[in-house]
């Protein structure tokens, strides 16, 4: 398995010298990758390798690693050379030993972490701790230097490296694709991002198709395709693709160096003359296909059985070392194939020599400031939201469409920023229909592609992002996001849980990130859910979903809700995810007129408490209520309002309490959430023994989960979306559902004690009129008239 | 390279007359698409169009109809032509009046729904129906004949043609792709399915990429690219592609009859290759790119303002009828062009020269029984899984890995329906990784794409689909069910989110279709989640997330989980979902060794209750007890039952009784699943007022959201996963997050009242030992051999 490049120099742009010294460093990352899978100890091989040297439970990924490093050696030299600023989004980022082993040796992951140092004791470290319990997981993870990509879940790597680029012109995102990774969904909607991408603003992605030829046990799907096929796929995607295929490394080392050096050459070429008075048109931007073997470098055959270029290679190619002892040497000759003694001096630390090679400072990769972005994170400069108020002057006098005041306060924001370029909008195909229209007064949605004299609001430097793909904004948000910028994701509520798993793995990285002391906090993912269940009418059924709540509550430090029932409170709460950091913010708001309950004051008082009782619609005169009626969601208020006004009318000897819910976390315990209330205040709110009804925007059971351990949780009824519905007039909706003020006057009848004769009467009036609502709509196709103008009596 | 063969314009394949017929079809569609959209009555323009004929809400989708439409016409030419078994699948769902259009005109929709007849009447209730109350959905939905395939949420109509086509060697599925569906991830990852279909033994599929130039307010990527890319693109996917492109519609006719001509001969040929002793390899498929205005044939300029052929025309083209009295001539001025009184005779019925183009019976696509695949549906031949059972002679006496055992069950599955060719196993490459090997004994990985000598498993006519993409995995899974087959589909618990809203939509449309007589019940969806959350301890953080069941519960009626705690549980929960109609089942469980605890007699009493006592494992004796010690998973059974043999041991005096849950939906109250525990039966279990510690192996507050009714449920204490752990031990796992036996002895300790001091000394003893744990892990990286050791004192 002799395989070190000892060839005297290959024609390429490599000198001798810096071909030997470039493929020992490779040599180097590699052995250490080797090491992290294997070693516990004798990590410089000193002493003959021994079964107690090695890990008892041997866990990790092998296969793509030595790519992963050749491609890191190579940036490496390109970026000193031409002292470029680069950083490193791996997709097989159960490659991480080749990113950690890279970080070392440059003298990162020293400096981040201390106890790792530089030599045979660090060496012992870095290799102990891999796969190991306190030690690090087998991925690339937050706890990579230089990484942006978690590398659990793949498909999000190249959608990642957009997002990092975009307003940063000077970065190149390096974009190692697996081919593997580019089976998913997520990855295969990504190549189009570069219609997005504006050469004289933005920076570069260069991807780089890595055919390992192998996933767990399968070949990869390109890996299988003709060379023909291939290059037209990634012509078809707009790149130009360069071939750097083989397995001797010298030859592999000059042709990587010299197709390096070539599409460096055209990314500066292709934004030189974009930004020097060239046309500004979409590019053929360069890409890189590089087809090495699964494994390369590693051992060729395992007990009889083809292991390099083989799926045999994905993870630890082979085990068992107690059973077998010629494991056990086939391991010492496989790491002895680099030659340590030739790398690393007498302390176990890199030659100088070869240390050289690697860039220095902030140039190198694993330190690169926007790999940690809230480094180079500035606050976005805000307008005061407080200018944006609707003029409430009595609850319910006035109707508004939230989002669209929503849209001019964002409007401002981008003006505000325009000059500092750190936030942008990203949507599939709905800003305009999610009622945001008033950015367009002062930017564009970004389009690189083609573009036709009757197109509005198209332009290369558009700072919305739209394209029916939620992966892809998602990714461009994060990547955004995590190299310390801001956004904002607009997008149907029902089709949010297209990015379920991504919202997941975002999720778990800002958790872990919280607990390494160099990760800087970075600017909250802002969800705007829109276009809701109570309003999606008349798209009927597959439209209707409230559920991405129920999910995003698993992750509970990490998540805020926000149910603002009207214009003013959505302004507040706006704000306030813009202002935050580390979380994930999720505002659900709807996009029609409806009425308007708070004035600009008394919404930033009752959306800085998060929730609170609406004394104005409340009949309980500050002292014990009959009953607490709780709503959160905009339809929901106004549902629970109208069953307070016939309430009045009909029922006037109820005490009524109304309480609002703004922030869905408020109903946690405070050991469960920050903003949880404490169970003095929230029995205050909501007593301890009254009935409860709770009308709530999404599924009514996340209501009792959240509930479930407070005083009065026993008398809790709530009512929700029940996935009953379809194309019908909006009041139906609430209708099919139970949760209109028909059904909610009839739930406070028959839970409220001693309620006269006369309440049998309301609940008889009640199903008549829900009679006559269905015949009427049903001949009509609209709500009848006093359900569209009904008014809260102001 | 042959690029896309350009047709001549005119002449063409049709004749006059043929051209002059189609053409009015065409038209008759086109008026019923605008007749839906807008018409309350007047629905043959008998008399001059007033706004009492419109419908006062305007909701519907205009711009693809027209487009739909026109495929829909040549199609039928086609398969009457050939006797074509076609059915049409359409990404573009908002067409969905196109649909609705020419299955009424071909006649199926009259049969399927009697009350909408072929006459003035009918058509006047086909209209009035349309995104009203009480009517139909603006979608394709299961309401719409002929579809397999929601049109609400975009992205999966391609995965779904795949699936309708395999192991349908006469089917062709058309399939039409909207360019903005295109930009979707699980659409743009869906186009590499040709490497998995085997022309001999699957039927065709023909995607038809419907340029239609606009989403709801932008431009697509896919229409403004060059002409060159696109054909690079899908050469490079695979396809060959064929233009059709124009807005005049004669020649558009011609072109689109000759491209059809074409594209039908080419399949024609590559199936007959292949079925008759030709070379078993890939084709390249044809396939067709329209290029037509959106809105086609609909109003020009509406307001001054461009309609045709841009964005404008995507719902409504226009509206404002009451405010704007010549908007009221120009939409009947537009239905006029259409020229009804040409179309329809006097009793507004098609002419029977027109009537006399579509295809007869089952060979209409909107009659196509595959599109109501349970039609088609034949039991699976299932042997009896009593014989694979696991010998357990005592409870915990062995030791074996479930998914294992599964995969023999499986592997005589597939055996045994070899010839009726109804059941496929589809994963992203995780098959074997979840030990579901023994089906490689029987067949291999379906694979079309080149194959190598050392390639293992690999077959073109393999019942196994593994692709790295769980979208393509789920769509092809839906569409291979939709169309009257069996499947599973195994997954890695964490990754499953990847699907989540394949998911939300699947339930939507079964719980749809259970409510609509004419679609008859098809397989289950069967989901086998492993490498689950607690035996992720190796890939950490990112690859736990037991969150899917989370979501899954809020489509009460349609889902079923099963957490069956070993091997032979297993084995009855698998054959009983086989045996399942229209529902989808998610069975979580491990795939590593673990110790079994019920012989098969056992099992199965346990498992057809789906909850219940486990004596054994009880102290109670029948009576009450202390406390009741639940769980739900294999590994929480097993820490339970470490619990169980540590308080015999130390605290011999507390009662206890075992509950193991299998079949989760039990513990809902009845009338919330039809699966549901009644309440006397629950508070038999459960008691009601005993500490319930209860071991669950997901996010623990699901438990509390399923039982918050119940009796004894203020004494619910839930253990489950709640975000911690990384790479660690697997036991380890258990302790971080507070599910191992020794953190469920102190909350037996804490919870049962009035236990001796002692209690004290153990939950000392438990303190140290969880201490020496931390610290043997850490300096080993394994478990402490008492943990690894441990066994149930059978």
């Given at each position: 398995m002799e395989r070190a490049a000892s060839t005297p120099a290959q024609p390429g742009p490599l000198s001798a010298d810096l071909l030997q010294k470039m493929d020992a460093y490779w040599r180097a990352a590699n052995y250490l990758s080797v090491g992290q899978i294997y070693l516990l100890d004798n990590p410089l091989l000193r002493e003959p390798l021994?079964?107690?040297?090695?890990?008892?439970?041997?866990?990790?990924?092998?296969?793509?690693?030595?790519?992963?490093?050749?491609?890191y050696v190579h940036l490496n030299r390109v970026i000193k050379q031409h002292d470029l600023d680069v950083i490193y989004v791996t997709g097989p980022g159960h490659g991480a030993p080749a990113l950690i082993a890279n970080t070392y040796l440059e003298g990162t992951y020293s400096e981040l972490y201390p106890d790792v140092p530089q030599n045979a004791e660090g060496l012992k470290r870095l290799f102990k701790q891999f796969s190991f319990p306190g030690g690090i997981p087998s991925h690339t993870a937050p706890e990579t230097p230089g990484s942006i990509n978690e590398g659990g879940e793949l498909g999000y790597s190249l959608s990642h490296a957009y997002g990092a680029v975009f307003d940063n012109p000077e970065l190149i995102a390096a974009c190692v694709v697996g081919d593997g990774e580019a089976e998913t969904g997520a990855l295969a909607a990504a190549w189009h991002s570069n219609k997005f991408l504006n050469p004289a603003r933005d920076g570069a992605v260069l991807p780089i198709l890595h055919l390992n030829g192998y996933k767990i046990a399968n070949p990869t799907v390109l890996a299988r395709i003709s060379r023909e096929e291939l290059e037209d796929l990634f012509i078809g995607y707009g790149y130009q693709p360069y071939f750097v295929e083989g397995d001797e490394p010298a030859p592999m080392h000059q042709q990587m160096a010299a197709t390096l050096d070539r599409v460096i050459g055209e990314i500066r070429a292709i934004q030189h003359r974009a930004r020097h008075g060239g046309p500004l048109e979409r590019p053929r931007w360069p890409m890189i296909i590089l087809r090495t073997p699964k494994g390369w470098t590693g051992p060729k055959e395992v007990d009889g059985k083809q292991t390099e270029g083989s799926w045999r290679s994905h993870q630890v190619p082979f085990a068992e070392m107690a059973e077998k002892p010629e494991h056990v040497r086939l391991l010492e000759a496989w790491l002895k194939s680099y030659r340590p003694e030739e790398l690393f001096d007498e302390h176990g630390?890199?030659?100088?020599?070869?240390?050289?090679?690697?860039?220095?400072?902030?140039?190198?990769?694993?330190?690169?400031?926007?790999?940690?972005?809230?480094?180079?994170?500035?606050?976005?400069?805000?307008?005061?939201?407080?200018?944006?108020?609707?003029?409430?002057?009595?609850?319910?006098?006035?109707?508004?469409?939230?989002?669209?005041?929503?849209?001019?306060?964002?409007?401002?924001?981008?003006?505000?920023?325009?000059?500092?370029?750190?936030?942008?909008?990203?949507?599939?195909?709905?800003?305009?229909?999610?009622?945001?229209?008033?950015?367009?007064?002062?930017?564009?949605?970004?389009?690189?592609?083609?573009?036709?004299p009757q197109d509005a609001n198209l332009a290369p430097d558009g700072r919305v992002m739209e394209i029916l793909s939620e992966h892809t904004c998602q990714g461009w948000l994060e990547g955004y996001l995590l190299t310390g910028r801001h956004g904002l994701f607009d997008c149907y509520e029902a089709f949010i849980h297209i990015v379920d798993s991504m919202f997941n793995q975002h999720a778990k990285w800002l958790e872990v990130s919280r607990h390494i002391p160099w990760r800087r906090p970075v600017a909250s993912l802002n969800y705007l859910l829109t276009s809701h269940v109570w309003r999606q009418d008349h798209n009927g059924f597959s439209h209707q979903d409230p559920g991405f709540i129920d999910l995003a509550v698993n992750k509970q430090g990490i998540v805020q809700v926000y149910l603002p029932p009207d214009a003013n409170s959505l302004l507040f709460v706006t704000d306030r995810c813009l202002r935050s950091r580390n979380l994930i913010?999720?505002?659900?708001?709807?996009?029609?007129?409806?009425?308007?309950?708070?004035?600009?004051?008394?919404?930033?008082?009752?959306?800085?408490?998060?929730?609170?009782?609406?004394?104005?619609?409340?009949?309980?005169?500050?002292?014990?209520?009959?009953?607490?009626?709780?709503?959160?969601?905009?339809?929901?208020?106004?549902?629970?309002?109208?069953?307070?006004?016939?309430?009045?009318?009909?029922?006037?000897?109820?005490?009524?309490?109304?309480?609002?819910?703004?922030?869905?976390?408020?109903?946690?315990?405070?050991?469960?959430?920050?903003?949880?209330?404490?169970?003095?205040?929230?029995?205050?709110?909501?007593?301890?023994?009254?009935?409860?009804?709770?009308?709530?925007?999404?599924?009514?059971?996340?209501?009792?989960?959240?509930?479930?351990?407070?005083?009065?949780?026993?008398?809790?009824?709530?009512?929700?979306?029940?996935?009953?519905?379809?194309?019908?007039?909006?009041?139906?909706?609430?209708?099919?559902?139970?949760?209109?003020?028909?059904?909610?006057?009839?739930?406070?009848?028959?839970?409220?004690?001693?309620?006269?004769?006369?309440?049998?009467?309301v609940k008889q009036a009640i199903r008549d009129k829900l009679i006559e609502h269905r015949e009427y709509i049903t001949e009509y196709g609209q709500d009848l008239p006093e359900i569209r103008d009904w008014q809260w009596p102001h």
């Amino acid at each position: 398995m002799e395989r070190a490049a000892s060839t005297p120099a290959q024609p390429g742009p490599l000198s001798a010298d810096l071909l030997q010294k470039m493929d020992a460093y490779w040599r180097a990352a590699n052995y250490l990758s080797v090491g992290q899978i294997y070693l516990l100890d004798n990590p410089l091989l000193r002493e003959p390798l021994t079964l107690a040297h090695i890990k008892p439970r041997l866990l990790g990924h092998w296969g793509s690693a030595p790519g992963l490093s050749f491609i890191y050696v190579h940036l490496n030299r390109v970026i000193k050379q031409h002292d470029l600023d680069v950083i490193y989004v791996t997709g097989p980022g159960h490659g991480a030993p080749a990113l950690i082993a890279n970080t070392y040796l440059e003298g990162t992951y020293s400096e981040l972490y201390p106890d790792v140092p530089q030599n045979a004791e660090g060496l012992k470290r870095l290799f102990k701790q891999f796969s190991f319990p306190g030690g690090i997981p087998s991925h690339t993870a937050p706890e990579t230097p230089g990484s942006i990509n978690e590398g659990g879940e793949l498909g999000y790597s190249l959608s990642h490296a957009y997002g990092a680029v975009f307003d940063n012109p000077e970065l190149i995102a390096a974009c190692v694709v697996g081919d593997g990774e580019a089976e998913t969904g997520a990855l295969a909607a990504a190549w189009h991002s570069n219609k997005f991408l504006n050469p004289a603003r933005d920076g570069a992605v260069l991807p780089i198709l890595h055919l390992n030829g192998y996933k767990i046990a399968n070949p990869t799907v390109l890996a299988r395709i003709s060379r023909e096929e291939l290059e037209d796929l990634f012509i078809g995607y707009g790149y130009q693709p360069y071939f750097v295929e083989g397995d001797e490394p010298a030859p592999m080392h000059q042709q990587m160096a010299a197709t390096l050096d070539r599409v460096i050459g055209e990314i500066r070429a292709i934004q030189h003359r974009a930004r020097h008075g060239g046309p500004l048109e979409r590019p053929r931007w360069p890409m890189i296909i590089l087809r090495t073997p699964k494994g390369w470098t590693g051992p060729k055959e395992v007990d009889g059985k083809q292991t390099e270029g083989s799926w045999r290679s994905h993870q630890v190619p082979f085990a068992e070392m107690a059973e077998k002892p010629e494991h056990v040497r086939l391991l010492e000759a496989w790491l002895k194939s680099y030659r340590p003694e030739e790398l690393f001096d007498e302390h176990g630390t890199l030659r100088p020599e070869l240390a050289a090679l690697a860039p220095a400072g902030e140039r190198r990769m694993g330190a690169n400031p926007h790999a940690n972005g809230g480094i180079l994170l500035r606050d976005l400069r805000l307008p005061d939201f407080r200018d944006y108020a609707v003029e409430v002057p009595a609850p319910g006098a006035v109707s508004a469409e939230a989002t669209r005041q929503m849209g001019v306060f964002l409007r401002d924001v981008l003006t505000l920023n325009q000059e500092a370029r750190n936030f942008r909008i990203m949507g599939p195909d709905e800003t305009a229909s999610n009622r945001l229209s008033a950015v367009f007064d002062v930017t564009d949605r970004a389009w690189m592609a083609e573009r036709l004299p009757q197109d509005a609001n198209l332009a290369p430097d558009g700072r919305v992002m739209e394209i029916l793909s939620e992966h892809t904004c998602q990714g461009w948000l994060e990547g955004y996001l995590l190299t310390g910028r801001h956004g904002l994701f607009d997008c149907y509520e029902a089709f949010i849980h297209i990015v379920d798993s991504m919202f997941n793995q975002h999720a778990k990285w800002l958790e872990v990130s919280r607990h390494i002391p160099w990760r800087r906090p970075v600017a909250s993912l802002n969800y705007l859910l829109t276009s809701h269940v109570w309003r999606q009418d008349h798209n009927g059924f597959s439209h209707q979903d409230p559920g991405f709540i129920d999910l995003a509550v698993n992750k509970q430090g990490i998540v805020q809700v926000y149910l603002p029932p009207d214009a003013n409170s959505l302004l507040f709460v706006t704000d306030r995810c813009l202002r935050s950091r580390n979380l994930i913010n999720i505002i659900v708001a709807g996009k029609q007129p409806e009425p308007q309950w708070l004035d600009m004051d008394a919404a930033i008082k009752h959306c800085t408490a998060g929730i609170g009782i609406w004394p104005w619609a409340s009949s309980d005169q500050g002292g014990e209520p009959d009953v607490v009626m709780a709503c959160a969601g905009d339809v929901p208020t106004l549902e629970t309002l109208a069953a307070v006004d016939l309430m009045r009318q009909h029922l006037p000897e109820i005490k009524v309490r109304v309480v609002n819910v703004v922030d869905l976390m408020t109903l946690q315990p405070p050991e469960e959430h920050p903003h949880g209330l404490s169970n003095r205040d929230f029995d205050t709110l909501f007593t301890t023994d009254k009935p409860i009804i709770f009308a709530y925007h999404g599924y009514p059971w996340l209501i009792h989960r959240l509930t479930y351990r407070r005083t009065n949780h026993k008398n809790l009824h709530v009512r929700g979306f029940k996935e009953k519905g379809t194309t019908t007039t909006p009041f139906d909706m609430a209708v099919l559902n139970d949760i209109d003020r028909f059904h909610l006057v009839a739930d406070v009848i028959d839970r409220v004690p001693k309620l006269g004769y006369h309440a049998a009467y309301v609940k008889q009036a009640i199903r008549d009129k829900l009679i006559e609502h269905r015949e009427y709509i049903t001949e009509y196709g609209q709500d009848l008239p006093e359900i569209r103008d009904w008014q809260w009596p102001h």
